[in-house]
């Protein structure tokens, strides 16, 4: 008589092996646990997979994988994960049983697939004329040589250009051409995020996820990596390469380098462990005193300072908030995401835009022309510093609902009423005096930041001597007090 053999976990995974799955798995009915992910498997997914109706945990993830997802898989009773990012995948993403409580992390890297818009990816077109492959054909081998044709010619008439007036190529150019920086593998990012296990996720943007991760050589990094189904993410990462390679700053997140290929887009960033000023402003379990908000306040400027004033070409951040201020180990500040930034070229105090900031952080000449200067992050370092010493955020309603933050703050009876009670609290009578006392200063200087109009508003050298000198006094007092 023969036994019958039951196999219940199955775990391939990160041994190279190559090939279409192996068939063998397919009548093993009873398992229910399948992990072939970081291999290098091709093929499609067996549709036969269906029938292993035990199924609840299936892994093909990191592989050459092509093809449709089977709809037989619809059908699985059990299957609680599935994971298939980052393999060749295209056609619609099956929506029915178990489908509809994935999310989109289970199919990222999948450039080819369509369907439902929680999954993260595009819907999928209407049925269209035979002609759809020949359409195909031509994105996928006629336009990105008609784009390398157009970028070739631009570059010799650059080189002309250039040859004419004797001048030197934009220094962005130039930074980009000389920089080197340690390669990093896919492969390495999967293995130092635990394959992008959830624990490690720090948090989500607009066009990506921010994963904390350990690199081959121990380094603890923030590993940032977008999702290539949205149109943005390509230009989101291609501005922040050009901006971080040719800035350096203390105060200014580092990148470390990139990983990049036709279906994957990353950064690798300086980690931070203390998080973002958000955090710190609007969490209960977390608290900052003046003495600390006044040396972030200092560090940020020195950044924006370093930005508009110490290259060739400013560089406008263009999205300054407490959620781009990131904290280290320290607690020094440090501003991130620039993703949205613009390079002022030569001679030039402004550009037009249609890229939206944040609301309530943007500025006035935004709204009326989409145009884009350094004294916009001054406007919106303004707004960031009045939400420091207020914990209010712009968009607070006690300030929508009769006046905006600047119109409010500038009645001067109501700048104490605005005042975080917080920053008070543990001071004595003789120092609550001089605490006020610099608050008030700090928030006239704020009111300076963000007038309406961009002439009016201070230079940032300006904001950043004056807050030295509010630093220093708050050294002073502690000083005295010890």
Avoid at 219 to 229: R, S, V
Wanted: aromatic share 10%.
């Amino acid at each position: 008589m023969k036994r019958s053999i039951t196999i219940e976990y199955v775990d391939l995974s990160q041994n190279q092996i190559t090939g279409n799955i192996p068939i063998i798995i397919e009548p093993f009915e009873s398992l229910n646990y399948l992990d072939l992910s970081n291999n290098t498997f091709q093929g499609g997914i067996p549709p036969s997979f269906g029938n292993l109706k035990g199924l609840d945990m299936l892994d093909l993830s990191n592989n050459n994988l092509f093809g449709v997802i089977p709809k037989s898989l619809e059908a699985l009773p059990n299957l609680k994960y599935l994971n298939v990012f980052f393999n060749k995948l295209y056609g619609e993403i099956p929506s029915r049983g178990l489908f509809a409580n994935f999310t989109a992390k289970s199919f990222l890297g999948n450039i080819g697939l369509c369907g439902n818009l929680t999954f993260g990816v595009p819907s999928c077109p209407t049925p269209s004329f035979k002609g759809s492959k020949v359409k195909q054909s031509l994105l996928k081998y006629f336009v990105p040589t008609i784009a390398s044709i157009i970028i070739c010619l631009a570059l010799v008439y650059m080189l002309r250009k250039h040859r004419e007036s004797k001048l030197q190529l934009p220094s962005l150019f130039n930074t980009l051409a000389l920089l080197k920086h340690r390669m990093i593998s896919y492969q390495e990012l999967c293995q130092g995020t635990n394959n992008f296990c959830e624990s490690n996720l720090l948090g989500a943007g607009g066009v990506g996820f921010v994963y904390k991760g350990m690199l081959f050589d121990k380094t603890i990094a923030a590993i940032k990596f977008l999702n290539l189904q949205l149109l943005g993410a390509f230009k989101s990462f291609d501005a922040e390469c050009n901006v971080l390679r040719t800035i350096r700053h203390r105060n200014l997140v580092k990148v470390i380098s990139t990983c990049s290929n036709p279906e994957f887009r990353a950064l690798i960033l300086q980690y931070m462990s203390n998080g973002s000023l958000e955090r710190w402003l609007y969490s209960y379990n977390y608290c900052l005193n003046l003495l600390q908000r006044v040396n972030i306040m200092v560090d940020v400027v020195s950044a924006l300072d370093y930005l508009h004033h110490s290259q060739s070409e400013s560089v406008v951040h263009y999205d300054l908030k407490p959620t781009n201020i990131l904290l280290d180990e320290d607690m020094i500040a440090h501003v991130g995401d620039f993703g949205i930034a613009k390079i002022l070229v030569q001679n030039k105090d402004a550009t037009q835009t249609k890229t939206p900031g944040t609301l309530g952080y943007i500025t006035p000449e935004y709204g009326y022309e989409g145009k884009v200067s350094i004294k916009g992050d001054v406007y919106s370092y303004g707004v960031t510093l009045f939400e420091m010493i207020t914990k209010k955020k712009p968009m607070n309603n006690m300030f929508v609902r009769e006046l905006t933050m600047r119109q409010w703050i500038k009645a001067s009876n109501r700048m104490k009423e605005v005042m975080d009670d917080s920053l008070l609290k543990a001071e004595t009578r003789r120092n609550v005096t001089i605490m006020q006392s610099v608050l008030l200063s700090i928030m006239k200087l704020g009111l300076k930041c963000f007038e309406e109009l961009p002439d009016e508003r201070v230079d940032i050298k300006d904001v950043l001597a004056k807050l030295h000198k509010v630093k220093l006094t708050l050294y002073e007092n502690k000083n005295r007090a010890a």
